[in-house]
C-alpha cells in the first residue's frame, strides 16, 4: 500500500461525497463506499460494521471479504478486534490480525485469509456508530498517516450517518434517532411522565463535512478561533466572577489557546474536513482520550472542552442556542447537566427531567424534588440521542428512560400512570382524615419543603403545616447574597401560604454538599463532618443573625418556629438559641412587633446529641430527628455515596433501637420530637417510625399520601410487637418481619 499525501484524503473524501451526493439507496451507497476506500487506499478489504443496538455490531457491507456475511457476521461491543475497537473507542493496527489477543475467528467471511488489520471507529461526541476496517494480505502494520487518513474518512462518515445518507428500509442502516432506545439511569425523583423532548442545548448540525477548499476553511477556523478566544477572554475580565467560575474559565482559555489544538484542527481540515467536522474530530478524541483518564478532576476538564468545542461549533455555524423550536406540550427537559437556578425557570410545565449526569444530592435534584417532576440522573447518552420532539417516557422509580418507544411499552406505561393517579386519588380522599391508626394512635403528618414552589402542596398534600422548611434552597439558586429585607419577604409570602398552620424554618444548613456559589468555598476533606450548618452560623454570625431577623420581620407578630441543623452538644444549641433571643429582643428595642410566640428547637443529626444532658432535653422546645444525617453518622455511611448509601438498612434494629432511646429522652422531659429525613416518606420505614413511638412525621409533600394510606390500616402496638420478636430472634433488621406482618393484614 503506498504512502498516502494529504491531497490523496482529499481525492479520496471528494470522491466519497460526490458518491453521496447522487441519490440511491442506503445499502449501495455503503457498498460503493467500501469498494471506493479500498481502492483508494491500496487495501484488498474495507468493511463497515454498524451498531445494530447498543451492545451488537454488523457487517453492513465489504469490499474484498465474503458478500454472503454481510448482514449475518455480528459480533458484541467488545468481541473480537472490531468489538474492541468499538468500546474503547480507539483504533486497532495490527500486522498480525489472527495473531492479535482477543481476534475472532469468523469462517463465514474468509477473513483468515488477511493478515493486517486496521480498525478505526465511526464515532460522532459521544456517540458510537459503528467500525471502519481496512485489512490486507502483506503482514505489515498501517502508517501512521494511513491511520489518520481512515480516521478522517470515519469521521465523515459518522456525519453523513447523522445525517441520514445511509438510512435505507432493506438493509442499509436504520435511520438514526428514529429507533426505540431504552437508557438506565440513576432516579433522582420518582414518578412517572409521558411528555416529548425539549433538549435544553440543541445539537449542532454540520451538513458539510468535506470541503474543497482548505485555505478557506483554515481562515474560518482561525477567525472563529479568534473570536472564541475574544468571547472567553472578555467573560474572564467580568468583575463579578467568584473562584471556581474564574477556575472553569482559566480552564477554558487554556485550552481556547492551545496551539496543539488548532493545529490539530488545521491538519485535519488539509486532510480534506471543513472547519465544522475538524472541531468535531478534536472533540470527539479528547473526549475518547480524556473518557480512559481516572483523574476526576482531568475528567471534569472534559466537560469543558465540551463546551468550548460547541462554543466553536456554534460560531461557525451560526446556530445559537435559541434554535426557534417551539417547546411541545407536556416537554420533558433533556440536558447534559442544568443548574438549580435554570430549572426553577421552567418550573413546573416540565413533566419530567433527564440529565446525562447529576448526583442524587446535586441542587438540581433538590428542585426537581420541590417541584415533584420525575428526574432520571445519569442516563450518559440520553442527549446524544434525543432530538427535540421525540416521545419519551421518564421513569423516575426505576430510573428508566424510554425514548421513542414501541407502543406496547408506551401502553404499557400508561397503565402505570394511570395505576399512580388513581392511587393519588385514593389519597386524595383522606385528605382531610387523619393518620389515625387503628389501635387509635394519630400520627402528625407534616411536609418538607424549602422553595415558594412547593407551598401550594401544603393543602393538596394533607399535610399538617411544614415539618422542615431548609432555607438554604432560597440561598443556592441565587447568585449573590439575598439581603434581608428580599428574605424578609419570602418568608412572609411563606406563612401567609401557610395559612396559619405551623412552619418550622431551619436556619441556613451549608457546606458538606450545599456550597453557595457566592461564599469562599472551603478546602475541607471531609464536608460532610466539617465545617457547616450551624458550626458556621456560630462562628460567623452575621448571616444566622440577618436571617434571624429576617424571619422575625416576616412573621410580623404572627407565631415563629426556628430551629437549628446539626446541633451536635448542648452548648452550640444554648449558643444559637442566645443569637434568636438577642435578635427578638434587638427588633422589640428597635419598635419592630415581634412574634407572639417564639419555638425554638434542635435538630438532632449526630448520635452524640442523644446523649446530650438532660439540661438540653429541657431547654429546646422541640427536637426533630434529621434521618439523613443521623443514619450517615450512626452507620458512617456517606449519603452522597452511591456506593454505600443504599448499604444499611433503616429498619436495622441497631438503628430502631437508637431511635427508640431518643423517644424515651423527650418523653422523660416532655419533649416534643418528629422526624424529618426522607425515610418518614418511605410507608414502611414511617410505620417502624410510628411503632416505636414517633407521633410526628415530616415528609415529601407527594409521600404523605401512602403513608397516611398505610398508617390509617395498622395497628402500631401489634407493629411494635413485631419488631420485638425481630430483636428478640436475634435478625439483624426488622424489615421481613415487618414485610411478612403487613402481607397478612387484610384492608
Ligand atoms: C436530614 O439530615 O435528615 C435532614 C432533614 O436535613 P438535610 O437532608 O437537609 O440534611
Ligand atoms: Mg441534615
Not at 415563629?560 to 433571643?581: G, K, V, Y
Amino acid at each position: 500500500m503506498p504512502e498516502r499525501s494529504e491531497s490523496d484524503s482529499r481525492k479520496l473524501l471528494r470522491r466519497l461525497r460526490d458518491t453521496l451526493a447522487v441519490p440511491g439507496a442506503g445499502q449501495d451507497r455503503l457498498d460503493q463506499i467500501t469498494h471506493l476506500i479500498a481502492d483508494s487506499m491500496g487495501s484488498e478489504v474495507c468493511s463497515i460494521y454498524l451498531f445494530r443496538d447498543p451492545e451488537t455490531l454488523e457487517l453492513c457491507a465489504t469490499e474484498g471479504l465474503k458478500k454472503e456475511a454481510v448482514h449475518k457476521t455480528r459480533m458484541k461491543l467488545g468481541e473480537g478486534l472490531v468489538g474492541r475497537v468499538a468500546r474503547n473507542g480507539q483504533p486497532i493496527n495490527t500486522a498480525d490480525a489472527p495473531g492479535e489477543k482477543g481476534f475472532r475467528y469468523m469462517p463465514e467471511t474468509g477473513e483468515e485469509l488477511f493478515s493486517s488489520f486496521l480498525g478505526v471507529p465511526i464515532q460522532r461526541v459521544g456517540e458510537k456508530l459503528g467500525v471502519l476496517v481496512v485489512q490486507s494480505k502483506t503482514a505489515r502494520q498501517f502508517s501512521e498517516d494511513e491511520i489518520y487518513a481512515l480516521d478522517v474518512v470515519a469521521m465523515v462518515l459518522a456525519e453523513m450517518t447523522e445525517l441520514g445518507a445511509f438510512t435505507s428500509d432493506e438493509g442499509g442502516m436504520r435511520a438514526l434517532h428514529k429507533q426505540p432506545v431504552m437508557l438506565r439511569g440513576t432516579s433522582g425523583q420518582e414518578g412517572a411522565a409521558e411528555g416529548r423532548v425539549w433538549l435544553h442545548e440543541p445539537r449542532v448540525v454540520i451538513t458539510n463535512p468535506v470541503a474543497d477548499d482548505p485555505l478557506t476553511e483554515i481562515d474560518r477556523i482561525r477567525d472563529a478561533v479568534g473570536q472564541l478566544r475574544v468571547s472567553v477572554d472578555d467573560l474572564l475580565s467580568a468583575e463579578s466572577l467568584d473562584k471556581d467560575q474564574k477556575a472553569v474559565l482559566e480552564a477554558y482559555r487554556m485550552f481556547a489557546h492551545s496551539r496543539g489544538w488548532l493545529r490539530r484542527m488545521e491538519e485535519d481540515i488539509h486532510r480534506g474536513l471543513s472547519a465544522e467536522a475538524a472541531v468535531e474530530k478534536e472533540q470527539s478524541a479528547a473526549r475518547n482520550r480524556l473518557e480512559q483518564v481516572p483523574d476526576a478532576y482531568l475528567r471534569e476538564r472534559l466537560s469543558d472542552l465540551d463546551d468550548l468545542s460547541n462554543r466553536l461549533l456554534r460560531i461557525l455555524t451560526g446556530q445559537g442556542k435559541d434554535t426557534g423550536a417551539e417547546m411541545p406540550d407536556d416537554p420533558v427537559l433533556v440536558a447534559r447537566n442544568i443548574g438549580p437556578a435554570e430549572l426553577l425557570e421552567y418550573g413546573r410545565k416540565l413533566k419530567g427531567i433527564v440529565l446525562d449526569e447529576g448526583s442524587v444530592g446535586s441542587h438540581a435534584a433538590v428542585v426537581a424534588r420541590a417541584l415533584a417532576i420525575p428526574l432520571v440522573i445519569n442516563t450518559e447518552r440520553i442527549t446524544a440521542e434525543a432530538l427535540n420532539g421525540d416521545p419519551i417516557l421518564v421513569d423516575g422509580d426505576q430510573g428508566i428512560v424510554h425514548l421513542r418507544p414501541e407502543e406496547t411499552v408506551a401502553r404499557a406505561f400508561r397503565d402505570k400512570i394511570a395505576m399512580q393517579a388513581k392511587a393519588q386519588e385514593r389519597y386524595a380522599s383522606l385528605r382531610s382524615l387523619p393518620a389515625t391508626a387503628t389501635c387509635g394512635t394519630t400520627i402528625a403528618l407534616h411536609m418538607n419543603a424549602g422553595l415558594m414552589a412547593d407551598l401550594p402542596s401544603l393543602e393538596g398534600s394533607g399535610a399538617e403545616g411544614v415539618g422542615l422548611f431548609r432555607t438554604e434552597l432560597q440561598f443556592l439558586v441565587r447568585s449573590k447574597m439575598p439581603q434581608r429585607a428580599e428574605l424578609a419577604r419570602l418568608y412572609a409570602r411563606v406563612m401567609d401560604a401557610a395559612k396559619g398552620k405551623r412552619v418550622a424554618f431551619r436556619t441556613l444548613d451549608i457546606g458538606s454538599d450545599k456550597v453557595l456559589p457566592y461564599m469562599k468555598p472551603q478546602d475541607e476533606p471531609n464536608p460532610a463532618m466539617g465545617w457547616r450548618a450551624v458550626r458556621v452560623g456560630l462562628d460567623k454570625p452575621g448571616v444566622l443573625r440577618m436571617q434571624l431577623q429576617a424571619l422575625i420581620r416576616a412573621a410580623n407578630g404572627r407565631p415563629l418556629t426556628i430551629m437549628f441543623p446539626l446541633i451536635t452538644e448542648m452548648s452550640e444549641f444554648q449558643a444559637a438559641r442566645s443569637h434568636a433571643l438577642r435578635e427578638l429582643h434587638r427588633e422589640k428595642s428597635l419598635g419592630h412587633p415581634v412574634p407572639e410566640r417564639v419555638d425554638i428547637g434542635a435538630m438532632m443529626e449526630t448520635p452524640s446529641l442523644a446523649f446530650a444532658p438532660k439540661a438540653f432535653f429541657e431547654l429546646t422546645d422541640f427536637i426533630s430527628v434529621g434521618g439523613n444525617d443521623l443514619k450517615q453518622f450512626f452507620f458512617a455511611a456517606d449519603r452522597e455515596n452511591e456506593l454505600v448509601r443504599r448499604r444499611y438498612d433503616t429498619l436495622n434494629l441497631s438503628f430502631l433501637g437508637f431511635l427508640e432511646q431518643i423517644v424515651a429522652r423527650c418523653a422523660e422531659t416532655d419533649t416534643p420530637l418528629s422526624f424529618c429525613g426522607e425515610d418518614a416518606g418511605r410507608p414502611i420505614e414511617a410505620l417502624a417510625l410510628a411503632a416505636i413511638g414517633f407521633r410526628s412525621l415530616s415528609m415529601r409533600p407527594a409521600s404523605v399520601g401512602p403513608v397516611k394510606a398505610l398508617l390509617r390500616r395498622v395497628n402500631l402496638t401489634e407493629a411494635r410487637a413485631v419488631i420485638d420478636r425481630a430483636r428478640a430472634e436475634g435478625a439483624e433488621t426488622a424489615r421481613p418481619h415487618l414485610m411478612e406482618w403487613l402481607a397478612a393484614q387484610t384492608d
